[in-house]
């Protein structure tokens, strides 16, 4: 007698529902795709254009999510767009601009409106500037279509002693030969701000490099330790730039007033003393600069 073998029926089986991650392959849990695409009841944001895009690269090079390469992808990969990015973003919208060639400049200033006619009138050439920009001297913003010139400057009053009876006036730039070449009337030292240099260095660094380097150690200040609130920076209106006419330009001025007691010995206070008198200015790589041409002026 043959025994039956008794066998199952097998049921039909359901298809498998096939999960597809909405940005892309290797991520089917719902909540991965809620944070991916949004959920407004939930106020949940959608993911940027850009992280999508990293996204779907990461995904597809790995088979789920929770991978921990999956992740370090992503951390790699915004590294990535992070270093292609030239500007950085200001607030209100503002982007800080860093051109690294003339001609990269020069297309910047057109698209922000500064026409070819107005640089051709500048004093100063588009290297110069490119060259301000590169040192800290000069930030350029745009915005909105428009660019404008950020200048942080130390402004230092400089007297002969606590009773102010005479200012320091820089009057004059002269050449090799003492011929003048630049009529000048600042009260005190002017000097452009590096990026990120305190006010307190640009200060004795201004003093150094127009007065001389000996008289760093002598300063003196009115309010004995600086309380002339040179920390905080006082900001002209937006105007035309001198050196770069029709680049709008904004000046901050972090000012102090000083005296130095071997200064005005050595010159006022000479015998015979020197209303006049010349220091010599070089340049980074210790070449000759320029003379100035400084004169004491009694206060009213």
């Known amino acids: 007698m043959v025994k039956r073998i008794k066998t199952r029926k097998k049921g039909k089986k359901g298809k498998k529902e096939k999960k597809i991650c909405c940005a892309g392959p290797g991520c089917p849990e719902w909540l991965h795709c809620i944070n991916v695409l949004g959920d407004p009841s939930r106020g949940i944001k959608p993911k940027t254009e850009k992280t999508l895009k990293i996204i779907k690269r990461c995904a597809k090079r790995y088979s789920t999510y929770k991978n921990t390469n999956y992740k370090k992808c992503l951390k790699k990969e915004r590294k990535k767009l ?35 006619d107005a ?3 500048w004093s100063k050439s588009l290297s110069q500037l ?10 350029l913003i745009t915005a909105n279509n428009q660019v404008r010139r950020i200048v942080n400057s130390v402004r ?6 606590e009773n102010k009876t005479y200012s320091l006036y820089e009057i004059g730039h002269l050449d090799k030969n003492k011929n003048l070449i630049k009529r000048r009337s600042n009260e005190g030292v002017l000097e452009k701000m590096m990026s990120n240099e305190e006010p307190q260095t640009a200060l004795k660094r201004a003093i150094s490099e127009e007065l001389g380097s000996n008289y760093v150690s002598n300063l ?13 920076a006082t900001k002209d209106p937006l105007k035309d730039s001198y050196s ?4 709008p330009t904004q000046y901050s001025w972090f000012t102090e007033e000083i005296f130095i007691p071997d200064l005005t010995v050595q010159t006022l206070y000479n ?17 000759f600069k320029r003379f100035i041409l400084w004169e004491w002026k009694e206060q009213s």
């Open 220 to 232: 003196r200040y009115m309010k004995g330790e600086p309380t002339f609130d040179i920390e905080k």
């Open 82 to 116: 992070n270093k292609k990015r030239k500007t950085r973003r200001k607030r209100g919208g503002a982007t800080i601009v860093n051109p690294s060639n003339v001609a990269e400049l020069k297309e910047i200033l057109i698209d922000n409106g500064v026409s070819q």
């Open 130 to 139: 490119l060259n301000e920009i590169k040192t800290g001297e000069t930030t």
């Open 119 to 121: 640089m051709s009138a």
């Open 156 to 161: 230092v009053k400089i007297y002969n002693n």
């Open 271 to 287: 015998n015979p003393p020197k209303i006049t008198f010349l220091t010599k200015e070089l340049k980074d790589d210790g070449s």
């Open 244 to 247: 770069y006419p029709g680049l």
